[in-house]
């Protein structure tokens, strides 16, 4: 049995020049986490054993490595909900309402607002 689950959204946005840049949210939860699912849990009270992230890359990967992230684990500050479902067969559903800001100095990535809404994933 795996460690964890990490279900991960993938937002793919151009900015007004012209590029392509990837902004990639995870939501990660140990195996022995107190909360089943289906659940809904609040971002800024975050149940142990829960992190979530949002990594910046400044192109689409594989092109590209990661430059800067907002992290519960760094002590980014972060709102919101996310709303999990699976995992199982055919039924792995995340809907992610967040917005995240650095809790220390960032290089690129001060501040970010997502949301997605029933958006079938892949488990990690």
Do not use: I
């Not at 699912?37 to 971002?43: F, G, H, N, S």
């Amino acid at each position: 049995m795996s460690c964890c689950f990490a279900p991960t959204l993938r937002f793919v946005v151009r900015s007004a020049d012209g590029k392509t840049q990837e902004l990639v949210a995870m939501t990660k939860y140990f195996v022995s986490s107190s909360v089943t699912l289906p659940a809904t849990v609040d971002l800024a009270k975050l149940p142990t054993g829960w992190d979530v992230s949002v990594n910046y890359h400044p192109c689409s990967p594989p092109n590209c490595s990661l430059v800067d992230s907002l992290s519960t684990q760094d002590k980014d500050r972060f709102q919101g909900s996310a709303r999990l479902e699976g995992p199982g067969f055919g039924n792995n559903r995340v809907t992610l309402c967040l917005t995240a800001s650095e809790g220390q100095a960032s290089s690129q990535l001060h501040s970010v607002k997502l949301y997605a809404s029933n958006v079938k994933v892949s488990w990690n």
